[in-house]
């Protein structure tokens, strides 16, 4: 029996994660459920999961989350802050910590996991790219494991072989990352002029949170990956390629050096690579329906259009250069796309704000979490200024 902490447990892949769970009562408990401050979702799946924790980042809500569990009738734990989420993430009382958090929120409580030695199902890709080297070295110290949630990588842990040796004595010669390419596949940088913050969220495939949604539609979805690749797999950039394949249903491949291919498939729901990695090394159901490959007839792979969508090129610069370039780059796509979703910044924009703060700040040696995250700031400062156009 695993007992659970559930990070982001109100969003896409927290709700994806929780549907597994609760078809196997006799495998998971959930211990903990956080969130960031929507007590009324939160009190919903706690009278549903009954964890012995509730947690809400913001520290306004508390008392509004206590009120609805008492009048539904739900004893549980309450707390508030991102600490508390930390302190759980480290509380021996969990042994598995789903960390889906989204975007930079979700460092602090999954090095906290890292450290603590948990399981760590890894889908807040953000903390990656932000402190991959720290996280490792974390994640190594603990001598816990992570198993990554994101489906590519999720797909690439599937195919390598189980020991995990280094992937060249692995024979491994390429990791290849599919991309569905978003919803603006085949368009023309003239095309995206005007986009609305609602047609770059409408996935074509995947239903996602509106901040990767957003990620998707400009390829730093795929950018962040391709960085996310290099730290879980010790993969340098060079043998990271990325290839679109607008069905999503092989979610990425592997290539070895005596020319076989390995790939992994499946419909395109976040649940099987939950339900991977919940059970690994076991199997169980996922509740996704079987993959109709007569159905599906043809497969189609193209390369991406890196002249229309420049943020998968910047997230490769970036990994190139070093240093904490991708923290810089990660903080800058964070303010870019929440001011893209607010309206104050057009869609065609976001990689120039990036472009702009990686070209204003050059990269630092990676030092400790304290420095990062003060260069996090910088970049997020920067940012904001671009975008209030004194850049
Ligand atoms: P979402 O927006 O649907 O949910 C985000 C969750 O994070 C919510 O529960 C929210 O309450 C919580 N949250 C936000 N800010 C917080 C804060 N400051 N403190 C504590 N909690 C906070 O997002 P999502 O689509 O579920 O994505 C979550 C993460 O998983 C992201 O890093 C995303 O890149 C990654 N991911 C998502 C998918 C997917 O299919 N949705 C696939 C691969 C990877
Ligand atoms: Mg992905």
């Not at 495998?27 to 999961?49: D, I, M, T």
């Not at 739900?74 to 958090?101: F, L, N």
């Not at 539609?217 to 960085?227: D, P």
Request: charged share 20%; with cysteine; aromatic share 4%.
């Amino acid at each position: 029996m695993r007992t659970l902490a559930v990070f982001g447990a109100t969003g896409s892949i927290g709700g994806s994660t929780l549907d597994v769970v609760a078809r196997h009562p006799d495998r998971f408990r959930v211990g903990v459920l956080a969130a960031h401050r929507n007590s009324e979702k939160l009190a919903q799946l706690c009278a549903r999961f009954r964890p012995q924790c509730a947690i809400l980042a913001d520290p306004t809500m508390e008392n509004d989350l206590r009120r609805r569990l008492a009048s539904a009738g739900v004893e549980c734990e309450v707390q508030s802050g991102m600490a508390a989420i930390s302190e759980a993430a480290a509380d021996a009382r969990y042994d598995t910590v789903v960390a889906a958090i989204v975007g930079a929120a979700g460092l602090d409580s999954t090095l906290a996991a890292a450290r603590a030695g948990k399981r760590l199902l890894l889908a807040n890709k953000e903390s990656v790219v932000m402190a991959g080297a720290l996280l490792m070295q974390a994640l190594h110290e603990g001598g816990g494991e992570l198993i990554p949630v994101d489906s590519e990588h999720n797909a690439i842990f599937q195919c390598l072989p189980g020991e995990r040796p280094p992937l060249a004595a692995a024979g491994v010669r390429k990791l290849i990352l599919t991309a569905s390419g978003g919803p603006f596949r085949g368009r023309t940088r003239r095309d995206l002029h005007d986009i609305t913050p609602d047609q770059a969220c409408a996935h074509p495939n995947w239903s996602m949170g509106r901040k990767i949604s957003v990620d998707s539609a400009t390829l730093m979805n795929k950018g962040l990956e391709v960085i996310e690749a290099h730290h879980l797999f010790g993969a340098a950039p060079d043998i990271i390629d990325v290839v679109v394949h607008r069905q999503s249903l092989v979610h990425s491949l592997v290539e070895y050096a005596d020319g076989s291919v390995l790939a992994q498939l499946g419909n395109p729901d976040m649940r099987t690579a939950l339900a991977h990695a919940l059970a690994w090394p076991e199997r169980i159901e996922a509740g996704v329906p079987p993959l109709d490959l007569a159905a599906v007839a043809q497969l189609d792979f193209e390369p991406p259009d890196t002249t229309t969508f420049r943020c998968l090129d910047l997230a490769f610069q970036a990994l190139r250069e070093g240093g904490d370039a991708t923290t810089l780059l990660n903080a800058a796509n964070e303010v870019a796309v929440a001011a893209f979703l607010e309206g104050t910044l057009p869609f065609l924009g976001i990689a120039d704000v990036i472009e702009q703060v990686l070209a204003e700040l050059p990269a630092e040696a990676v030092v400790d979490i304290q420095t990062l995250r003060a260069r996090d700031l910088k970049a997020r400062d920067t940012a904001r200024r671009c975008i209030g156009g004194r850049c």
